[in-house]
């Protein structure tokens, strides 16, 4: 393809779809989500269905989140290259940030 590829988004976080989203944003295709429930360990049974899902779909990467990456088991060799976004925080008001927090720390001590 031209862009950056299509993923299979595979996670067992509690808001699957923002991660869905910030795949979209930078420019990939989903071929297919395989969603599991938050915090879930991910098993062998649930890699080897990504893995299949990779090759029917003819997807360039297999995506999870950073937090999911330490739920992977350890032996598992992904049939295409793991891509693990980074999570990037901007704040829009810093300063309304920031006096809010100086406030709750000033009540806390």
């Known amino acids: 393809g ?4 299509r993923v299979i988004a595979l996670s067992a976080i509690g808001n699957p779809e923002s991660f869905h989203r910030t795949l979209v ?3 990939l295709e989903i071929a297919d989500r395989l969603v599991h429930r938050d915090h879930r360990r991910l098993t062998d ?3 080897a269905n990504a893995d299949t899902a990779a090759r029917r779909t003819g997807a360039d990467w297999i995506a999870c ?6 739920n992977l088991p350890a032996a598992w ?3 295409v290259p793991l891509l693990v976004p ?3 925080v ?5 300063a309304d940030l920031l006096r809010f927090l100086e406030a709750r720390l000033a009540g806390a001590s």
């Open 2 to 5: 031209s862009g950056p590829g």
């Open 25 to 27: 944003t930078r420019g």
């Open 45 to 47: 049974q649930d890699v």
């Open 65 to 70: 989140t950073e937090k999911d990456l330490w």
């Open 77 to 79: 060799r992904p049939r």
């Open 86 to 88: 980074r999570l990037e």
């Open 90 to 94: 901007t704040v829009e008001r810093e």
